[in-house]
């Protein structure tokens, strides 16, 4: 299930950018963050492919969504200039952004390279 995230939310779950200039990870998973914006289309493309991935990757990564509209100093601080924009967060190192309405295969591409996680084998 993706979650929204305030301002708040995010200083707690992912950087407290108040508190420290140099990147600090908060999350205990790998996570993902969706800027979007009510009005995008390309954003509502995406937005079921980011479900399923939070489903078929429950309890390896944290899927969060990110209003753009309603969180504008979030979208200041990390300098969303076009929206879809995917911020891929690794539990250790730098955090890596895509811009666009990414198919899910390029989404997994990233989970596997910049988050190292490898999709979950789903039982029979």
């Known amino acids: 299930m ?3 995230l305030t301002k ?3 200083i707690e779950k992912v950087f407290n950018f108040e508190k ?3 990147w600090k990870y908060e999350g205990d998973l790998p ?3 969706d800027f979007y914006a009510d009005w995008c289309a390309p ?3 995406v937005a079921p492919i980011l ?3 939070s489903e078929e990757y429950a309890d390896i990564i944290n899927v969060y969504k990110i209003n753009t509209e309603k ?3 979030l979208a200041s601080v990390f300098g969303i200039r076009s929206i879809p924009s995917i911020l891929f967060v690794p539990k250790d190192g730098k955090p890596q952004m895509a811009a666009g ?3 899910k295969d390029n989404l997994e591409n990233a989970i596997r390279e910049v988050l190292g996680v490898t999709k979950p084998e789903v039982a029979a």
């Open 2 to 4: 993706t979650e929204h």
């Open 8 to 10: 708040n939310d995010f």
């Open 101 to 103: 309405a990414l198919p």
């Open 51 to 53: 479900e399923e991935i």
């Open 20 to 22: 420290n200039e140099e």
């Open 31 to 33: 996570c993902i963050i």
């Open 43 to 45: 954003c509502r493309m």
């Open 71 to 73: 969180e504008q100093e």
